[in-house]
């Protein structure tokens, strides 16, 4: 089984910066792809961002195009989330996902709250 370990959300001003962390165990063979998905009260959960481990694509939520930037180390098997001119609708539970030859992972969230 895989563990995605998160770490970095927090209270923030908006327009603020904070830097989201997840970090994947396990006896892992091959991690296709990780990313980030938020979900805020009363609202489905929506991705974020997401990049393949091999050739490093990305692919953002138009929300936090211009604003986030994930990135990742996979000598770390971590993946990173940048987010910067946070607003107060960045406001959610941030859940890390991992795709690994155990499929579909998911962390335990992280909470982000970003003040008017």
């Known amino acids: 089984q895989v563990r995605l370990v998160e770490s970095g959300g927090g209270l923030v001003q908006a327009g603020g910066s904070l830097r989201l962390s997840c970090a994947a165990s396990?006896?892992?063979?091959?991690?296709?792809?990780m990313g980030w998905y938020r979900q805020a009260p009363g609202k489905q959960r929506e991705l974020v961002a997401s990049?393949?481990?091999?050739?490093?694509?990305?692919n953002y939520g138009d929300s936090v195009k211009g604003r986030f930037t994930i990135s990742r180390d996979n000598a770390k098997n971590t993946v990173y989330l940048q987010m910067n001119s946070l607003k107060p609708e960045d406001t959610a539970v941030y859940y890390c996902?991992?795709?690994?030859?155990?499929?579909?992972?998911w962390g335990q969230g992280t909470q982000v709250t970003v003040s008017s």
């Open positions: 996902k991992s795709n690994t030859n155990f499929g579909d992972s």
């Open positions: 990049i393949t481990t091999n050739a490093g694509d990305t």
């Open positions: 396990g006896i892992i063979k091959r991690i296709n792809h």
